[in-house]
Nanobody, 116 residues
Framework: QVQLVESGGGLVQPGGSLRLSCVASRTLFSFKFMGWYRQRPEKQRELVASLTSAGTTNYADSVKGRFTISRDNAKNTVYLQMNSLRPEDTAVYYC??????????WGQGTQVTVTS
């Protein structure tokens, strides 16, 4: 069983930045898909950013140009750098890692609140 530990959420003013981290208990080379989702109040969970093992990234239109997903293989960590944060980015953010055999792992979620 893979454990994912998220950190980096918090309270930030509009225009500010945060970096979320997702540390996996297994090497990132064992995953074919790494993603960050968020769930805003009374909304469905949505994919915010993703990174494949081939290096392909994908972003939701609402975060393009502001968020960046990346990985540090030596630290088994996936990051989500969030800049120019807006109140509508307020949500619980989850990392999702998927292996090649359909195995799917989720972090516990980290709260991001953007407010003045």
């Amino acid at each position: 069983q893979v454990q994912l530990v998220e950190s980096g959420g918090g309270l930030v003013q509009p225009g500010g930045s945060l970096r979320l981290s997702c540390v996996a208990s297994r090497t990132l080379f064992s995953f074919k898909f790494m993603g960050w989702y968020r769930q805003r109040p009374e909304k469905q969970r949505e994919l915010v950013a993703s990174l494949t093992s081939a290096g392909t990234t994908n972003y939701a239109d609402s975060v393009k140009g502001r968020f960046t997903i990346s990985r540090d293989n030596a630290k088994n960590t996936v990051y989500l750098q969030m800049n120019s944060l807006r109140p509508e980015d307020t949500a619980v953010y989850y990392c999702d890692l998927r292996g090649p055999m359909g195995d799917d792992y989720w972090g516990q979620g980290t709260q991001v609140t953007v407010t003045s």
